[in-house]
């Protein structure tokens, strides 16, 4: 696939043959090479055919080969010409990432980190197919399914002022759980309040660097602060409505449509198998969302008894709830002028810029809170949203480090290390489900996270605000 450099940080694939629209990549000249062996550009040009696609098909700095769509891809489509594909939100519907701070420093958390990582895996259920302590019957899990984290915040699960924090309040207002099959219902069920397994996980991280102290008061961070940030999405429930409607959109393709590779199997936004693949995705969506709300306040409760301090002692607030995995239907700038359209991001974050109506009063002057999450052994990073994202990304950023290695080639090349010592060494203490996890999670595993950051904001799509420093983590 050939590329055209436009600048230090853009880099074009120019529209030819049936694509619609071209297609861009943020990256590195370091970056990009790392991804040219895969066939993640390919998958890019292949959604730049997608019908109804408009402006440009993106990548974003940690793009990578996935499920049709390339991890770090972004696209929107016209609601009445376009489409809507389960390959372009991918199979962890509203996997995402929520972050708190706390009153505490290193100095008071040190002498018993390593408890707390202990603690923190034993109460908090991770893992494949793990089942948490909240069972819900089939009609009180639609409940859910519809308020999303309303519903947790309703059962005592955080506070209400959390709501404002929570990109779309924690809810997408068209989720129809009679959208959502028996069979995603009864996966479902069982697994509120679960991490889940591979590269979700709960860490305890330090307020290293304030690059932006006006953003970084805002979002109330500052050097030396810990902060809790947590990782995970729908759960099975959110695997089986995409398995459910990508067996269902390949069976019965929108007529009259040839698609360059059946992982992108889609329907029309507007047709009835959209619209209800649309709703059914928006129930996934609220569940993970719940899910994180209930996580982090059992994360709080177990740091107040690790600790043994009150509610005031530890000052636990949440700083911001970002979803990866998505699509919505947004108003945005368009060449044809503003209007209404539907945006997918996989593996990607939203990016608001300052003054959008979409955030709370607090954060409004300086930008939607960005999260991106680095490997276990490195650096987390909180970024602001900019103009620059909401002309040109369609509000979109990066979502992470992104991975380099396969899981399968990871476990191979740590054979005969110890990671686990490695990382305590560092000053960081790992607690995971298995050796393998820790093997497949390897901090070589994943691009260098500064570096994915530093494409963001030096093409500005997002703003650098702090960089967060991992001293505890627990992997699912």
């Known amino acids: 696939m050939e590329l055209t450099r436009i600048d230090e940080y853009r880099w074009e694939i120019k529209k030819t043959g049936d694509m619609n629209v071209p297609a861009r990549i943020y990256s590195s000249a370091a970056l990009i090479e790392a991804v040219r062996q895969e066939e993640a550009f ?32 972004v696209a929107a489509f016209d609601c009445d010409e376009g489409i809507i594909s389960p390959g372009g939100v991918g199979y962890d519907i509203n996997c995402g990432v929520r972050l708190s701070r706390t009153n505490l420093t290193e100095k008071d958390v040190r002498p018993d980190l390593e408890t707390l990582a202990v603690a923190l895996q034993k109460h908090i259920p991770s893992g494949v197919g793990q089942k948490g302590a909240i069972r819900l019957t089939a009609s009180e899990l639609k409940k859910v399914l519809k308020k999303g984290s309303r519903w947790a915040v309703d059962q005592g699960y955080g506070d209400g002022s959390d709501i404002e924090r929570i990109e779309d309040g924690g809810c997408m207002t068209n989720a129809d759980p009679e959208a959502v099959s028996p069979r995603a219902i009864e ?82 936004f507007r047709s009835p198998d959209g619209q209800q693949y649309f709703n059914a ?151 995971a489900s298995g050796k393998l996890t820790m093997a497949e999670e390897m901090p070589e595993a994943y691009k260098d996270v500064s570096e994915v950051v530093d494409v963001a904001h030096g093409s500005g799509i997002s703003k650098k605000v702090a960089k967060l420093r991992p001293i505890a983590v627990v992997k699912g």
């Open 42 to 73: 390919e998958q890019l040009a292949n959604v730049a055919r997608l019908p109804g696609i408009i402006g440009t098909a993106l990548a974003m700095p940690d793009i990578h080969w996935g499920y049709g769509f390339p991890i770090g891809g």
């Open 187 to 268: 996966r479902g069920r069982p697994q509120l309040g679960t991490l889940g397994s591979g590269n979700h996980f709960i860490e305890i991280g330090l307020v290293e660097t304030v690059y932006d102290t006006e953003a970084a008061d805002a979002f109330g961070l500052s050097e030396g602060l810990v902060t809790v940030m947590l990782h995970t999405g729908s759960r099975g429930l959110g695997h089986q409505v995409c398995d459910d409607f990508l067996a269902r959109m390949t069976r019965n393709p929108p007529p009259g449509i040839r698609l360059p590779d059946r992982q992108l199997a889609c329907a029309m």
């Open 281 to 431: 995705m928006a129930c996934a969506a609220n569940l993970a969302w719940a899910n994180r709300q209930i996580l982090m306040h059992m994360a709080r409760d177990v740091i107040m008894d690790v600790f043994r301090i009150s509610p005031r002692e530890l000052g636990m607030r949440l700083i911001y709830d970002v979803c990866h995995n998505i699509a919505k239907t947004e108003r945005h700038r368009t060449e044809t002028g503003s209007r209404t359209v539907c945006v997918h991001r996989k593996g990607a974050t939203r990016s608001f810029g300052p003054g959008n109506e979409m955030l709370c009063d607090r954060y409004r002057p300086v930008g939607q809170p960005v999260l991106i999450p680095g490997d276990m052994g490195t650096a987390s990073f909180v970024l602001a949203g900019t103009e620059t994202a909401m002309n040109e990304t369609y509000g979109s950023t990066c979502h992470g480090a992104g991975r380099i290695m396969s899981r399968k080639a990871a476990v191979k090349a740590s054979r005969g290390r110890k990671l686990r010592e490695e990382l305590e060494e560092k000053g960081i203490f790992v607690r």
